[in-house]
């Protein structure tokens, strides 16, 4: 599909971008525009096919939900098309069907609970997202302002994490607060903040982090860090730990130890952090399993699905979630005819990717899980072609988050790994999820428009000129690899960027550069 | 930082990769045993999803299926439930499914790969055929006439076609009505506690579960094995039987109800159902013979299906000569089903053959199109044919002008035996009513109709229950409908 989808989409774009296609890079706006038209056409055909299986006609809300969920992407699109014109053109696309994808199952599964219809919350959550999205593509004109704010970004994770401590448990975790109906998942938030955070303090830092302490034995590579920077790892570690005991969430506090351990990682290139960070992990795992009712439970039912039956209590959820994905086989009971409901509790959040497993089949959440694979594959390429450590961090981090997510969920449901609460990113019935996860798309699109964008000499002429076109050609994009300049595309249109001049002085060090004339640095204080 | 986002990736990629192994293995390899666990509500989703198909007594449903727009979504719902309810069966959510319910459930419930189009492909495509439809040999009338003859009285009434063995009539009484158990509520419920704890067991299928000694009508096959064995040449010739007769190597009198028993002919023995006379003939005829002649009419068969399991009538074989005298009037260990003195009746009736009973005249889908048919079914010869013509001529005797005459019809030819058949410790239970017959109307070449009748009515006085009196008009009145339609 994507290959074929790809193919038709660049003769649109060599047709409709023909201008820009002399710049350099292909922009491939028209290439995104097509797939998101194929997202939105397979959401609305996934919407038919269900209620044609349920009453043989066409759901009423057919055309009402594919023109809300059209307009929404286009205007995702036209923001792209207008303030990130080259930004990779898979994300938006990728993101487009999976929320698209991610409504028709809730639809689909509030056909079971008529009671309680999560479907138009959705599509409210989702155009919120979207707006969000637009919000941080439009306003944000470069990704690396938000290093500025990094202090700010951590103050505010913080706040957002402890704020549910505050409000009443809800089946067992306290990671909801409740405001005007509405429940809200602040921790959603805090990852992004989180990732911020954790890419400006890296970038800042890298070099002292680097530092090797001993090897762990002789002719060994692998090589401890060095005492005193062990100090940031260990206060995530309890942070992370904190998070676990204070609001029972095992699946968040694993994301966040798991998205510094990488993101350390990346940064530094040390597999000590890894060793170090699986040592603390694993510590924990183990004193918190042993200590914790809450998590011991979710380990049994992950080694036993089945124990509650064979004593006498019928299916848990795991073990339902189980019979759910084994009912689809290869091909699927088709979209509207599967059981899944049968999960009960949950069934829309945390367990919608049985629905899609026992309703597409094998076939189907293979799909999913390729879809999810290039999404976070292109968030990677975002961070492998950004010019800047921050930028570069930051992609890397935010596909970790998408990555991490979506394996501690679908290994949950499917029994991979010890099941905890988090939602399948844009799959799964949630708000804050669904806001957050656009707000991801929104940072991998701004850093791969800066990535991919030709880096013209200042006073280049503007390329949209036909006749100035030629001279900038690859040459000059090879010879100035600063970030900044006059783009080919939008000249006349005012930047909401920072000043340049901070950033032009070193091409090589920008962000460095950026951080030692800010008024406190993150890693000094970290 | 190049080659460690590459890192990140490729691990990234690992994680895809478990992913994707891990759902191929719930999906695909342990996707079988995951169906198959019984706490896996789909199976019952999937069967309870459409109409149940029917089951037709004379081309109409006597069955039909409710939506009920729950879970489990077709209910099983019954017209005449209690009618028809020892065919039938039933079909509860809960409590599984019983006797044709049961035999034809594949069928019924569209799960036979007999009904898929083409071979495997409801095993490819995880469907369902629509529910296929069952067609019994039953005759509504004759079903209703035997029905409304027991009127509530403890017993059972079992009709055949001679010619064939196809079941026309099954009744059981009390019944119940099946529909009672369909659903899965509290209502289910509280109805299966019921008819459980009633003492007169309205579940039990007493014309083909429970055997009752036969007392006298077992007779015809006591007189059947003397003709064939010689012990009786002639039927108007007197036998050497004293009355009373000392059972052989005991000194206990075996008597009779009435007079005239002494040295009777063999005629006049049938017509009167002199315990004396067959007691002699039993023994005259030896362990071997009546053994022979019994497992030919069909006793101590434990493999009878109709399509569902007939409970074995017994002759015991390892007998002395005084068991033996009791057996050869139908007490001591002898037991019959309903059913099995039917078929007693219809060998007599068609030439000594015993046709094997069946209850499914074919099996079709939703639309009609035939599955698969009865076909011939497999006959044995219990007794020589002059025999059978034989014993016709004692039967129409007893109707004529014996103990049966109750059971006579206008213009048409009835044969028939009544018995009274003790029971209990001492003999102290209330005698079981019997009556067998069969029914050959005017223009018929050959009897149509064969049917046993039992009555254990415990409300009657002990004096009036013969055969003749309680038994024969219920069979009457089936022959009459069988031969009216």
Redesign the interface.
Known sequence: MTKAGVGAGTGTTVAADAPAATVGLPRRRGVELSLIVLAVLLSVYGYCAVGLARNGSLPPGAAGYGAGLGVLALLAHLAVRLRAPWADPLLLPIAVLLNGMGLVLIYRLDLETPGERAAPTQLVWSTVGVALFIVVVTALGDHRVLQRYSYVCVVAALALLTLPILFPAVNGARIWIRIAGFSIQPGEFAKVLLAVFFAAYLAANRTALSYAGRRIWRFSRMQLPTGRVLGPIVTIWLLSVGVLILERDLGTSLLFFGLFVVMLYVATGRTGWIAVGLLLASLGAVAVGRLEPHVHSRIEDWLHPFASIEAGQGANQLAQSLFSFAAGGAFGTGLGVGHSILIGFAAKSDFILATAGEELGLAGLSALFLLYGLLVERGYRAGLSARDPFGRLLAAGLASIVAFQVFVIAGGVTGLIPLTGMAMPFLAQGGSSVVTNWAIVALLIRVSDSARRPCGAPSAAPPTDPAAAPLAGPVARRAARRPHGPTAVQPTEPRTEPPTAPLGVQPGEPVDALVDKGPKSPGRTG | ?????????V???L??A???V???R???V???S??A??????GS?ARYAQPRGDILVGGTPVTGSRDTGEQLRYERTYQDGPLYAPVTGFASQVYGTTFLEHAGDALLSGSDPLLSPFPLWNDVT?GRAPGGDVVTTLNRHAQWAAYEGLDGRKGAVAAVEPSTGRVLALVSSPSYDPGMLSGNDARAERAWARLNRDPDKPMLNRAVRQTYPPGSTFKVVTAAAALDAGVVTDLDAATDSPAPYRLPGTTTRLTNEGDGCEDASLREAFEWSCNTVFAKLGVDTGLSGMTRTARAFGFNDESVRIPFGVAPSTFDTSLDRAQLALSSIGQYNTRATPLQMAMVSAAVADGGQVRTPYLVERTTRKGGATVATAGSRPSRQAMLPSTARRLRELMADVVREGTGTNAAIPGAIVGGKTGTAQHGLGNAGIPYAWFVSWAQGQRDPVPRVAVAVVVEDGSARRGDITGGGMAAPIARAVMEAVLDS
Do not use: E, K
């Not at chain 2, 930082?1 to 990736?9: D, G």
């Not at chain 2, 666990?37 to 789909?42: E, G, Q, S, T, V």
């Open positions: 930082m190049t080659r460690h986002i590459r890192h990140a990736a691990f990234c990629a994680l895809l478990a992913l994707l891990n759902a191929a719930v999906q695909l342990q996707s079988g995951y169906d666990n019984p706490a896996n509500r789909r989703i995880h």
